[in-house]
């Protein structure tokens, strides 16, 4: 393969990564923890929506730490999903490339 092929196939690949990041970003994943706390982020990991069910409130009014914990928990599953997805499309769109660009996002 000559040095102008090699180039424009980075040029592709980094033109389809560009892509995928826009997609994720528009992308959403939900984290949960005991059905009592959702966490919607988008494909990036960004937070955008947190709902508590009024049972937690219940459940933890003496409790708040127990109440952080599970925020706590249903936050890291929000972004282990997002963090997933985001692999997912990249190699999806790149191949083994897009693994070893997903991470450089």
Same mark, same amino acid.
């Given at each position: 393969?000559?040095?102008? !092929?090699?180039? !424009? /196939?980075?040029?592709?690949?980094? $033109?389809?990564?560009? /892509?995928?990041?826009?997609?994720?970003?528009?992308?959403? +994943? &939900?984290?949960?923890?005991?059905?009592? +706390?959702? &966490? /919607? @982020?988008?494909?990036?990991?960004?937070?955008?929506?947190?709902? =508590? $069910?009024?049972?937690? =409130? !219940?459940?933890?009014?003496? #409790?708040?730490?127990?109440?952080?914990?599970?925020?706590? &928990? @249903?936050?890291? #599953?929000?972004?282990? $999903?997002?963090?997933?997805?985001? /692999?997912?499309?990249?190699? !999806?769109?790149?191949?083994? +490339?897009?693994?070893?660009?997903?991470?450089?996002?």
């Amino acid at each position: 393969m000559n040095f102008q !092929k090699l180039l !424009k /196939e980075a040029q592709k690949a980094q $033109k389809k990564a560009a /892509e995928v990041q826009e997609r994720l970003e528009r992308m959403t +994943v &939900v984290g949960s923890a005991q059905g009592l +706390v959702e &966490v /919607e @982020a988008n494909g990036h990991g960004k937070i955008l929506a947190l709902r =508590l $069910k009024p049972e937690a =409130l !219940k459940a933890f009014q003496d #409790d708040p730490e127990g109440l952080e914990d599970l925020l706590l &928990v @249903a936050i890291q #599953d929000a972004q282990t $999903k997002a963090h997933e997805l985001s /692999e997912k499309e990249m190699a !999806k769109e790149l191949g083994g +490339v897009g693994q070893m660009l997903g991470k450089l996002f």
